[in-house]
């Protein structure tokens, strides 16, 4: 009795305003899971909106094909190749849903690949099939669907769930309780329409409770599975958090023991020169020399050139061996504070232009010893220009400093001019030039080419790679620009550097 009543209200109403709520239940599902796609790049949400759709499209077609049939009393032409075709469909979403949901999980890639190929093979076959059916009046579509999607994706399916009932995933039995839901209802609106053809209505209801109900199941599945995705991404950032301040432990921890380093083999060289004794020179002579190749590998992580810190030493221990104690202790206590400046500037990201000018002079300084100091330094700085307050990457300077005097001066004879210029062009830029009266760049190139051992440098450019990456932090961009001085018959080389501040 109580069926026979509730499938009196459903004819009374003619099940249009179940499947009219049904229909925009499916829309708003469906137009939920393509915004997840979207945001989330996930093709389960994807799949599983193309599943939606399709089943969306096949109620607003049955139920059109009633209003038609009501209306003129005739069935649409192609009617039940249309609705096969869209069960086909939604079968074959539904299908390669299961599988982009289980993922990894579920299959690995060979496996999901020759699947997918059989469930597109089927596809193609549809397509052929539907061809037939718009030039003939046969229900090849019906009956391929029948004989064929019906048990290829019958036999499919149960290799599917064998395999999900040993999946290891908490996903899991929302796709076995949405499917089971589904084939439930199915099978008992099948069985209802089968009863008596006055309980087709009653059937549909039921059809319609299964779909909604495997909805509920599956929707709470993507999300629990995006859970688990957002969580292992927060495992892995996590991970990645962690190792970071390792190596930045280990870094520090590197630089510390170079600076140990460095500080033991000044002790011993201020030691070497007290005592002034033969055998002790020797000694200290050989130990010297057996770690300075350690020192050469170590020094590349201070940023300082492994032949600057060699030749600088070897600079400071001859003043030693020649028994010179003031000139020996007064550039080994530059050498020193150059160390610790460079030692220091490593570690940050921007330094004052005072500190680099400084750390500049003081690499001009121990230089010079290898030429007798005949270059002749000079920085001139505008008035009312506070450099402490002037932040520039570290190290800035140096590259066309050695530059200047290596490929500049080192091969001029006479009189060696080097100037370093600070000048404030305007409220957002300040002008640095590095001046030398060189031999100039063109004869400097002459001479690198007819050196049989020819070094490529990457100083400069590395140094514009960094003034680029400093700019972006600004509204005004740097500019850095080479000119050639030839006047009087002179010659020289002047860099002239661009840079914006705040």
């Given at each position: 009795m109580l069926i026979d009543w509730?499938?009196?209200?459903?004819?009374?109403?003619?099940?249009?305003?179940?499947?009219?709520?049904?229909?925009?239940?499916?829309?708003?599902?469906?137009?939920?899971?393509?915004v997840f796609y979207l945001n989330y790049k996930?093709?389960?949400?994807?799949?599983?909106?193309?599943?939606?759709?399709?089943i969306l499209s096949d109620q607003l077609f049955i139920n059109f094909d009633i209003y038609h049939n009501l209306k003129f009393g005739t069935e649409l032409r192609l009617g039940n190749s249309i609705h096969h075709t869209l069960e086909w469909l939604y079968n074959s979403a539904y299908f390669i849903f299961v599988i982009n949901f289980g993922g990894q999980a579920l299959f690995n890639k060979n496996k999901a690949r020759i699947l997918k190929q059989i469930v597109g093979a089927m596809?193609?076959?549809l397509i052929v099939l539907l061809v037939i059916d718009l030039f003939t009046k046969a229900n090849w579509v019906g009956n391929g669907f029948l004989y064929v999607a019906v048990p290829v994706l019958s036999g499919l399916s149960i290799v599917v769930f064998r395999y999900l009932f040993s999946m290891d995933s908490p996903i899991r039995n929302y796709i076995l309780w949405g499917a089971f839901s589904f084939t439930v209802f199915s099978i008992i609106a099948l069985v209802t329409t089968m009863i008596s053809n006055k309980y087709i209505a009653l059937g549909w209801g039921i059809f319609y409770i299964g779909v909604f109900i495997e909805n509920i199941f599956f929707s709470i599945g993507l999300v629990i599975k995006q859970k688990l995705v957002f969580k292992e991404r927060?495992?892995?950032?996590?991970?990645?958090?962690?190792?970071?301040?390792?190596?930045?432990?280990?870094?520090?921890?590197?630089?510390?023991?170079?600076k140990e380093k460095v500080a033991e083999k000044t002790k011993e060289?201020?030691?070497?020169?007290?005592?002034?004794?033969?055998?002790?020179?020797?000694?200290?002579?050989?130990?010297?020399?057996?770690?300075?190749?350690?020192?050469?590998?170590?020094?590349?992580?201070?940023?300082?050139?492994?032949?600057?810190i060699f030749n600088s030493l070897n600079s400071i221990k001859l003043y030693i061996i020649k028994n010179d104690k003031e000139n020996a202790v007064y550039y080994l206590n530059k050498f020193s504070k150059l160390v610790r400046k460079i030692l220091s500037a490593s570690r940050e990201k921007e330094v004052s232009l005072q500190e680099e000018l400084e750390t500049v002079e003081l690499?001009?300084?121990?230089?010079?010893?290898?030429?007798?100091?005949?270059?002749?330094?000079?920085?001139e700085i505008d008035e009312g220009l506070n450099l402490s307050t002037i932040k520039i990457p570290p190290l800035l300077l140096q590259p066309f400093i050695e530059n200047a005097i290596w490929h500049g001066l080192s091969s001029k004879r006479g009189a060696k001019e080097l100037t370093v210029k600070v000048?404030?062009?305007?409220?957002?830029?300040?002008?640095?030039?590095?001046?030398?009266?060189?031999?100039?760049?063109?004869?400097?190139?002459?001479?690198?080419d007819n050196k049989l051992h020819k070094k490529e440098s990457i100083g400069i450019k590395l140094t514009s790679e960094r003034l680029a990456i400093f700019s972006k932090n600004f509204e005004n961009k740097h500019h850095l620009k080479f000119i050639d001085i030839e006047e009087d018959k002179g010659f020289g080389t002047k860099v002239i550097i661009d840079l914006p501040i705040q």
């Open positions: 509730i499938n009196k209200i459903l004819v009374a109403n003619q099940i249009g305003f179940i499947a009219a709520l049904f229909i925009g239940i499916l829309l708003v599902i469906f137009i939920q899971n393509l996930d093709r389960s949400y994807l799949w599983y909106a193309l599943y939606i759709f399709v596809l193609m076959l927060d495992a892995s950032q996590r991970e990645l958090i962690k190792q970071l301040r390792e190596n930045q432990k280990l870094k520090n921890k590197l630089a510390d023991h170079l060289v201020v030691l070497l020169h007290k005592k002034a004794e033969e055998d002790r020179i020797k000694k200290i002579e050989i130990a010297f020399e057996k770690e300075m190749s350690e020192l050469k590998i170590s020094s590349l992580q201070s940023q300082m050139n492994p032949h600057f690499y001009v300084n121990i230089e010079n010893i290898r030429f007798k100091n005949s270059i002749q330094f000079k920085i000048t404030k062009e305007s409220s957002k830029f300040i002008k640095i030039h590095i001046i030398d009266n060189g031999i100039g760049r063109k004869k400097a190139m002459l001479l690198k």
